[in-house]
């Protein structure tokens, strides 16, 4: 996928965005209210997909793998300034860049219309990666969440930040609760 994303800018093709799409759904339909929650999500599956968000790890992985394969230089993948240098590279030609499947035949995707990435603003130096990152998840509801990411400065585990706001746009909740959690009104 990172790959084909350098190259065209949107990407639909399901062999291509499937992979990363159905993490990016399963996360949304387990944390979103008014979703049908799917499979277990554990607290290490959003961790695994946030490090996707931020440092674009299953990326480094399979880059540094292909490199290696063909016995070619893995400084790149496996040096941590050199690898955020190339985001910032990277994140520049694929910015604006969407990600979404033209079809859907087995119902993978529940939630997700379209994802998109976009660099955000500047960072100080210290920052691991040098800009915020953002993703818009678009869903199929009308829906969108807005979710802004950074790189916390100088931090050895590399931990991220993150911020994320559900934009309802024309979506009506089918019900509302009170503050004590009852059921108060059909919002249809």
Known sequence: ??????????????????????????WVCNNVAY???RQPWKFLD????????????TFRE?????????????ELTGNDTLWF???????????????????????????LQEVTFKKGKPLASEYHVNFTIHWDIELKDGRLLEVEMDAQPNHPLRAQSHFIKINNRSFVPPYVFDGAGNKLTSGA
């Open 46 to 57: 959003e961790v695994y997909l946030f490090r996707d968000f931020v440092y674009l790890q």
């Open 35 to 37: 979703l049908t929650p």
């Open 85 to 111: 240098a190339f985001l910032a590279a990277y994140a520049g030609v694929i910015e604006d860049g969407t990600l979404s499947m033209q079809s859907d035949k087995h119902k993978e995707i529940e939630a």
């Open 1 to 26: 996928m990172y790959c084909h994303w350098a190259l065209h800018v949107d990407l639909s093709l399901p062999k291509t965005t499937g992979e990363f799409l159905k993490r990016v759904d399963l």
């Open 62 to 74: 399979q880059l540094g793998g292909f490199l290696k394969t063909y016995g070619l230089p893995t």
